[in-house]
């Protein structure tokens, strides 16, 4: 009888440490959602949406640009010197049409309706008679930063 | 707009009323020797000399004339030439500061022009380059009118084609880019529609369509016409003004080569721009209508080709495979739009989805003028560019939109551990409920 | 009063020399979680042990359940609350974006704003259906009027707080949501400009937001816990009527099991409703932009469906007949004083089906008015 008392007791009570503990998780479970949950979300491209990273200078070649996606104000970023770096909106003027960069001729031109504007965003040719929004640029240890 | 053919009579009877009723009051004299009874028309078939030396001051007004003649100078001193001090006498003679009839309609009076003479008239000033620079005004008008359709058909004597006062005003000439000006940009349609839309004037010279009402129905129309593009067409920018002549059948392409350069460098290069001039195709307006420009809609596109292919022709595999290409790309980017919509809607940060679909659809755009090549393997690339990133976009959105599924199971997973520990809270209490007895 | 030590030196002991713990504890029974009183002059674990020996109260019983449901639901309410609070900005600039910050970029963020979502809305239903139960059961007789009085105003008190709530996000059914039912409450003579008065004008712009922002998380929860207390408190004093047969007592140990059951499931339903029917999220609000089915909230609806039809009549009657409606019911235990299924009781009865039937229709003609329009 005992010893039958003693198997159940222990069983009994390995049963009851182990609920004990499932049961104990509840809490550790509530602690990590409340804490993800307040973990304060990295604020990268939240910003004021208003400053984009456009990449390292030293992977930019003078006379080149990139082309940064931004929502729906992509910015062209140009290197016209060792030093400096501008910063065009990509958006056509015309009929905001998303520009593309030739690299021979330097110039950037819309594929909806032919238009060129230089490198500093002057409009060249074709409809677009308003120059391309020009956007502040630092560089900041390599990182180039529009400020939009 | 009154009608211009209202006008010469009117002005004729002002003028024939204006001269015979102080004729009558104050018993004038005939005039003297050179003139003959007023009202009469005088044939000039010599441009007079301009009355203003350059450098001279100009007229204050119109003088005497417009004691008379009132309702032209009113008209007249709303124009251009007003404020340029371009007196009544530069173009009609006569004495502007003679009080009389016979002394104003005296000396070198012309009355109205005849109207065949009326370019030669204007030239006499207008296609004088040292007169006109002083204006940075142009001086080839009236060679290119002489060279234009409407010029050529004047000098073989037809006056019922549109001369300078038909389109610019007889007095109240207004300067281009005066929004009240008959030639200001918006206006031209209703300009020269007033002729080439008036169904008589079609039905004279055997023309079906009006090209007014075409123009205002197709893109280029209700671009310009609603102020949206003022950088879109008009009249004048495909046909000239002065020297406005339709373009023949191989000069099409030229014309609208003027602003859709892309697409004429790759019609030329196609097989298509000498079979049409061969042909007598008038190149692009074929399948774009001349002044009911359209574009072909993507559905029709293969279609449209069967206006000259049949359905067997090679040509028609190549349209065929042209319209399959950019139906698939625009299909893909339509699959990826809609979940960008279903991402946006939960809601997922979409935005960089949303610029690189702008992407895809640029280069769908650029496919256009380089289908005009007919080359597939030119227009592929472009397409599957396209493609390629709406499909990307797609699969990646995918991901993350399955990522939704998996908190469905993780409910399961809940619940598991939810009646679990509903089990262990039971048999807690069913043992507390044992030992104390309900 | 000089507590008693427990024997061994322990913590509890330690603290129960500085503070009543056992007072303090007892705030559980006074909102109705544990029912049993907690005597607080004894150590906490005396109390308890006295408490377990107490036959159950009478109102502990199922399926009176309701009313810790609803405690239950604003514990849910207020925790989600304060976890959204930390981010939420209270500006009509930034409402919307933070809002938008919690459901997409917060870890867990879209769970705990759905969870905050169904609790509330499952608290009114709630509150609702006691206030129908206690009608049917002739619960608001002679020495029940204050529990019926604060059953009704938790349910208003509660009302309100929905529908401040429902402005918050600066969405576009929100914010015309709100904009409708200010309509209705606008119309009405007495509560019309008080509301309007507390919340600083009749347009909605960033100032009046900060208002109902504030009634939202502050004032009204707190009048809504006071509500609660004071019914709980009435119910310990007053007991449980006897309409249902009354079973054998459970011991304290099981009535808190069962309470913890109820709990469970409490939160997986909220669970489930939070990912299976997660309301959406829409546009912005645009204040120039009117939504073609922008409707006042749906216990406002009755209201507004009363008011648009009785037309005929000058405003000021108009916005009477509801507020005449509102007090008749919460003074229902002043006009029937009668005890007992007697005739008067079997009037009020019939009475509270039409008036319930006449709300029903009202509601669903309120729904479709707008439709029509």
């Not at chain 2, 015979?20 to 007023?38: H, N, V």
């Not at chain 2, 010279?205 to 102020?227: F, I, N, Q, T």
């Not at chain 2, 072909?296 to 359905?311: G, M, N, Q, R, T």
Request: hydrophobic share 40%; glycine share 8%.
């Amino acid at each position: 009888m005992k010893d039958e008392e003693g198997t159940d007791l222990e069983r009994r009570s390995a049963l009851i440490w182990l609920s004990r503990g499932f049961l104990a998780l509840w809490v550790p479970a509530a602690a990590g959602v409340s804490a993800s949950f307040l973990k304060a979300p990295s604020t990268e491209h939240r910003p004021g949406e208003r400053t984009i990273h456009a990449g390292t200078l030293s992977s930019l070649p003078v006379g080149e640009a990139r082309f940064v996606h931004h929502g729906n104000d992509p910015v062209f970023v140009i290197r016209a010197s060792d030093t400096q770096v501008v910063a065009l909106s990509a958006i056509c003027t015309h009929m905001r049409c998303v520009l593309r960069w030739e690299k021979e001729s330097g110039t950037i031109h819309c594929p909806c309706h032919d238009g060129t504007f230089d490198r500093n965003g002057n409009p060249l040719s074709g409809p677009p008679k308003r120059a391309l929004p020009q956007f502040g640029v630092e560089v900041r240890a390599d990182d180039i930063v529009v400020h939009t | 707009m009154s009608g211009l053919r209202q006008w010469p009579p009117t002005i004729a009877l002002a003028l024939a009323l204006a001269i015979a009723a102080p004729r009558a009051a104050f018993a004038q004299e005939p005039p003297a020797a050179g003139g003959d009874a007023a009202g009469t028309r005088r044939e000039e078939s010599v441009p007079p000399a301009r009355s203003i030396p350059p450098g001279a001051k100009p007229a204050k007004h119109s003088k005497m004339c417009g004691v008379c003649h009132s309702d032209i100078r009113v008209k007249y001193e709303k124009g251009v030439h007003k404020s340029e001090g371009v007196p009544c006498t530069s173009c009609h003679g006569g004495d502007a500061n003679s009080i009389t009839v016979a002394g104003a309609h005296g000396a070198g009076f012309r009355g109205k022009p005849a109207r065949k003479s009326i370019p030669a008239l204007c030239a006499s000033c207008h296609a004088d380059v040292a007169k006109m620079r002083f204006y940075n005004l142009p001086s080839d008008q009236y060679a290119l009118y002489q060279l234009s359709y409407h010029g050529m058909r004047l000098a073989k004597g037809d006056e019922s084609v549109a001369v300078c006062i038909d389109c610019h005003g007889v007095h109240e000439i207004r300067k281009p880019d005066d929004p009240q000006s008959r030639v200001f940009g918006r206006n031209i349609p209703g300009t020269c529609g007033h002729c080439h839309g008036d169904p008589d004037f079609r039905r004279r010279h055997g023309l079906k369509d009006d090209p007014v009402k075409d123009y205002e129905a197709g893109v280029h129309g209700k671009a310009y016409l609603s102020g949206q593009d003022p950088s879109a067409p008009e009249c004048t920018r495909c046909h000239g003004s002065h020297g406005a002549t339709p373009p023949g059948v191989g000069d099409v392409e030229k014309v609208c080569g003027q602003c859709h350069l892309k697409t004429r460098n790759y019609f030329l290069a196609s097989p298509h721009k000498d079979a049409m001039d061969q042909a007598g195709q008038p190149e692009c307006a074929a399948c774009h209508n001349s002044h009911k420009t359209v574009a072909v809609p993507p559905e029709k596109f293969a279609e449209s080709c069967l206006e000259c292919h049949d359905k067997g022709d090679k040509e028609y595999k190549v349209a065929l495979a042209l319209s399959r290409m950019k139906d698939d790309a625009s299909a893909q980017i339509d699959k990826a739009d809609k979940l960008v919509a279903e991402a946006a809607a939960i809601p997922l940060y979409v935005e960089d989805y949303r610029s690189r679909l702008q992407d895809a659809r640029t280069a769908l755009l650029e496919a256009a003028p380089v289908t005009h090549s007919l080359d597939t393997l030119l227009v592929e690339p472009h397409t599957r560019r396209a493609r390629s990133i709406a499909a990307r976009v797609s699969e990646e959105l995918h991901e993350k939109l399955a990522s939704r599924w998996w908190n469905k199971v993780g409910l399961g997973l809940f619940w598991f551990y939810l009646l679990l520990t509903a089990v262990i809270v039971t048999r807690a209490r069913r043992r507390a409920a044992g030992e104390r007895g309900r | 009063m000089e507590p008693k030590q427990d024997d061994k030196k322990s913590f509890l002991g330690w603290v129960e020399a500085r503070v009543n713990l056992t007072e303090i504890v007892s705030f559980l029974s006074v909102f109705g979680l544990l029912p049993a009183e907690l005597d607080s002059k004894k150590p906490l674990r005396e109390a308890i042990r006295g408490a377990m020996t107490q036959s159950l109260p009478s109102y502990a019983r199922w399926p009176r359940v309701l009313g810790i449901l609803s405690f239950l639901l604003f514990g849910f309410l207020a925790v989600t609350g304060m976890m959204l609070a930390f981010y939420y900005q209270p500006t009509s600039e930034q409402a919307y974006a933070s809002v938008t910050l919690i459901a997409r970029d917060v870890a867990f963020g879209t769970l705990i704003h759905q969870i905050h979502y169904w609790s509330a809305a499952l608290l009114l239903i709630f509150l609702g259906a006691r206030v129908v139960r206690f009608f049917f059961q002739g619960l608001y007789a002679r020495g029940r009027e204050i529990v019926w009085i604060a059953a009704v105003l938790s349910f208003v008190a509660a009302a309100i707080t929905d529908l401040t709530g429902r402005l918050l996000p600066w969405d576009a059914p929100g914010y015309w949501t709100t904009v409708r039912a200010r309509e209705v409450t606008d119309a009405l003579p007495i509560l019309g400009p008080i509301t309007s008065f507390l919340v600083g004008g009749s347009t909605l712009d960033s100032m009046v937001l900060t208002r109902y922002y504030l009634l939202h998380v502050a004032i009204f929860p707190m009048i809504l816990l006071v509500l609660f207390y004071l019914h709980f408190s009435s119910v310990r004093r007053v007991g449980m009527s006897h309409v249902v047969a009354v079973k054998a007592n459970r011991s304290l140990r099981v009535a808190m099991y069962d309470m913890l059951l109820l709990v469970i499931f409490m939160v997986g339903g909220l669970m489930t409703l939070a990912v299976l029917f997660p309301q959406p999220f829409d546009v912005p609000a645009d204040p120039f932009k009117t939504p073609p089915d922008a409707r006042p909230p749906w216990y406002l609806l009755a209201p507004y469906a009363l008011m648009e039809g009785l037309s005929f009549l000058p405003k000021f009657i108009r916005g009477l007949i509801p507020e005449a409606i509102l007090a008749a019911v919460i003074a229902l235990p002043f006009l029937d004083r009668e005890s007992g299924s007697g005739g008067t009781r079997r009037l009020f009865r019939y009475a509270g089906i039409a008036l319930l039937a006449i709300w029903g229709l009202l509601t669903w003609a309120g729904w479709f008015m707008e439709v029509r329009r």
